[in-house]
């Protein structure tokens, strides 16, 4: 079991898969290592849901914290290609949490939902004793479609390209930069552009615009574990080989830079924003285009072939064993 963020899959294969209440025949995509979503057969329609934790950092003023709270929630659904339509949201908050405060946080939250037409469906919200950090509780997305348009992170096909929006670390450089400024030894003007990652890490319209572009055949969010972590399960899922080339991912201004002065692999951090598809080729350019009209960098960076594991400059890539920024926070926060 890692020290920090999720459980790992031997973990959930031995404590949590054997034990996931009824079987139901409705259900047709349960709790999966590597899958962000379930999906529950309706008879006509599919509901596609996905939950998640909420992360409100005070650092990056609460309207925008709020909105990116729920962006990370309502992306485990944006992902699958259904469209977010309901969501449900728990906040646990401090005792020092105030009416004003939550008033400014739940404005960005209200607003980013209508941005993509997504309903509040019910809440909970409250304050408790104990509750000293940024995690201040869950939420739970919801989108209706139809289960052929679903798309699965274990998708690709050989043939397929590999596209890669946004690049790694991109999460990783603007939270740092913004909670750790002084921490990290760097001029200011590189603090400054780091800190604009922080709009990056936004993924839900970018996930959209892709699947509206071409037809997606597997398509992940690289959160926990970052780009590493994301290709090796999408290749690992599908049975397949992923080659890559370096060089093509696009790496974002002040990624490099951070992820350096804080001793990480950029590789291998918490890079939410960044996603992670297999297109058929004759399509990859259309949604390269589709997010580059966003402001969103993206490029075609390899193919996916028979065989298996990760490759990049034919070298194999290993997903860590625990996310590092975990760690370099920690040390950063006791500083």
């Known amino acids: 079991m890692t020290d920090r963020g999720k459980i790992d899959a031997a973990l959930f294969e031995r404590v949590i898969a054997p034990n996931l209440g009824a079987a139901r025949d409705d259900v047709t995509i349960g709790p999966t290592p590597g899958v962000d979503f379930g999906a529950l057969d309706l008879g006509s329609k599919t509901l596609v849901g996905a939950t998640d934790p909420l992360s409100v950092l005070p650092e990056l ?7 990116l709270a729920i962006d990370i929630v309502l992306a485990d659904v944006a992902v699958s290609g259904i469209e977010p339509s309901h969501l449900t ?11 004003d405060e939550l008033a400014e946080t739940w404005k960005g939250i209200g607003a980013h939902a209508a941005t ?22 869950s939420g739970t997305a919801f989108g209706l479609g139809d289960q052929a348009d679903i798309v699965r992170p274990d998708g690709a096909q050989p043939g397929d390209a590999i596209v890669i929006s946004t690049g790694p670390a991109a999460e990783v450089a603007g939270l740092f930069a913004t909670l750790y400024p002084e921490s990290l030894g760097l001029d200011p003007e590189t603090v400054a552009l780091a800190q604009e990652r922080v709009d990056d890490i936004f993924a839900v319209g970018d996930a959209l615009a892709a699947h509206d572009a071409g037809r997606i055949t597997a398509m992940h969010d690289a959160t926990e574990g970052g780009i590493a972590g994301g290709l090796v399960e ?12 370096r060089e093509a991912v696009p790496v974002a201004d002040g990624v490099t830079a951070v992820c350096d002065a804080i001793d990480v692999d950029p590789w291998h951090v918490t890079s939410c924003g960044s996603l992670l598809m297999t297109i058929p080729p004759g399509k990859a350019q259309a949604v390269v285009r589709a997010l580059e009209a966003r402001d969103t960098a993206a490029a075609v960076v390899g193919e996916v072939q028979a065989g298996e594991g990760v490759y990049v400059d034919s070298n194999r890539l290993q997903a860590p064993d625990r996310d590092p920024s975990w760690a370099a926070a920690e040390r950063l926060a006791g500083e």
């Open 61 to 67: 003023g609460l309207e925008r914290a709020g909105r």
């Open 234 to 245: 999408m290749a690992t899922g599908a049975g397949v080989r992923f080659d890559i080339e």
């Open 89 to 99: 949201l728990a906040l646990t908050l401090p005792e020092t949490f105030t009416a």
């Open 116 to 137: 993509f037409d997504v309903a509040i469906l019910d809440v909970h919200i409250g304050r408790y004793t104990s509750v000293n950090s940024s995690w201040i509780g």
